[in-house]
């Protein structure tokens, strides 16, 4: 186990063949078999990473070799696959959402300790260099205080039909649980537990499905409000994502719903701008009152201001979306999987962070819908 992790993979769609390429870039990573009840795509997928092939899940868990269950396929079958994957002692990382119930999240968390096996929800975006970043600026208060946030993803539907089962509640919990999670989970790795305190969803007109394809949820962190927004209505060329945090001096804006590009803007001390300038290799930093050496004072939450800079951070760039990905998933494997080898290793992300990212965007989804 300390040198080779054989991996199970449930589900063989095109999500479950990307991991599983990144998944093997990490040394002693063996794809030992592919599960899917689709045999065409379970054949094609497992040819790709050299596995073995099963049609039925109870056979893929009967297999002595394998340690660790991937699951990969759509929300309503994570809570059952990942109760028989713990319960045949196997570790599991589940993409997200833990489940379609807070409840049945809690019920593996104690499934898996009563095991003392790994269970975790691919909540990847903790592992991102940019999550990274904006936590330190949080923390070392280096824009001041935390003010206000929000989340926009306009996202495309091109590939999503009407009889897809993103659209339908009780296969994927509605976007806030099958999307959400994510972003509920970020932003409460920055700025704490969160709380939710309104949620809309909106029914698209003249449908003859019942599709809920624009969500929004005001959620309040301990160090302050965020607002959310997902819709999916967009043509692939007008999909975009972003999302940013207002403090005291300042604001981050990161792009991309896998951020891979961020500009903050801010008044700094000349200590504060290269401090945060040393977070980030390679960027771009434009100084907007150049030549100019005066300390400055100005006034906000009626509190004076002194700074020596006006300036404009860039780092990144939105040509790095896949290359990102992968790291994000080699990094968060790896990360679990010394916490398998090593119980005293103080991972990223872990159970937890499937049941509380879970718990608020059940709250959400069971807001009224218009």
């Keep these: 186990m300390s040198n080779r992790l054989n991996i199970g993979i449930v589900g063989a769609g095109g999500f479950a063949a990307f991991a599983s390429k990144a998944f093997l870039q990490i040394p002693g990573i063996r794809i030992a078999a592919i599960m899917d009840s689709n045999e065409a795509a379970a054949e094609i997928l497992a040819k790709e990473v050299k596995a073995s092939v099963y049609l039925d899940l109870s056979l893929l868990l009967a297999d002595k070799e394998i340690d660790l269950v991937y699951i990969a396929t759509p929300p309503f079958l994570h809570y059952q696959q990942s109760k028989m994957a713990l319960q045949a002692g196997k570790h599991v990382i589940c993409e997200k959402p ?48 935390f003010l206000h946030g929000f989340f926009e993803n306009y996202a495309s539907d091109e590939n999503l039909q009407a009889d897809h089962w993103f659209w339908e509640e009780d296969k994927s919990g509605g976007i806030f649980i099958e999307h959400g999670v994510h972003f509920f989970d970020m932003f409460s790795g920055w700025l704490g537990q969160g709380k939710l305190l309104n949620a809309v969803q909106l029914q698209r007109p003249h449908s003859t499905h019942k599709i809920m394809d624009r969500v929004q949820a005001t959620v309040l962190y301990d160090k302050g409000l965020v607002n959310f927004y997902h819709g999916f209505d967009q043509p692939i060329v007008l999909d975009r994502q972003e999302m940013r945090l207002q403090f005291e001096r300042g604001e981050i804006t990161l792009y991309g719903w896998v951020p891979v590009k961020m500009v903050l803007h801010g008044l700094f001390t000349n200590d504060a701008l290269m401090a945060v300038s040393n977070l980030m290799d390679k960027c771009s930093v434009i100084i907007t009152d150049e030549g100019s ?36 998933l080699t990094a968060m494997l790896t990360d679990q999987w010394a916490w398998i080898k090593d119980r005293s290793h103080k991972r990223v992300i872990d159970d937890n962070n499937a049941v509380e990212s879970l718990r608020i965007a059940e709250q959400a989804a069971n807001t009224k819908a218009y």
């Design 98 to 145: 833990a489940a379609l119930k807070t409840s049945e999240a809690e019920a593996l968390q104690a499934l898996a300790k009563e095991m003392d096996l790994l269970y975790v929800v691919n909540l990847m975006q903790r592992y991102n260099p940019l999550y990274d970043i904006v936590k330190k600026i949080v923390e070392q208060k280096l824009l001041g205080e």
């Design 293 to 328: 050496e005066e300390i400055k004072k100005v006034k906000g939450r009626f509190t004076e201001i002194v700074f020596d800079k006006e300036a404009t951070i860039e780092y990144g760039n939105l040509n790095n979306k896949s290359k990102r990905y992968a790291e994000i």
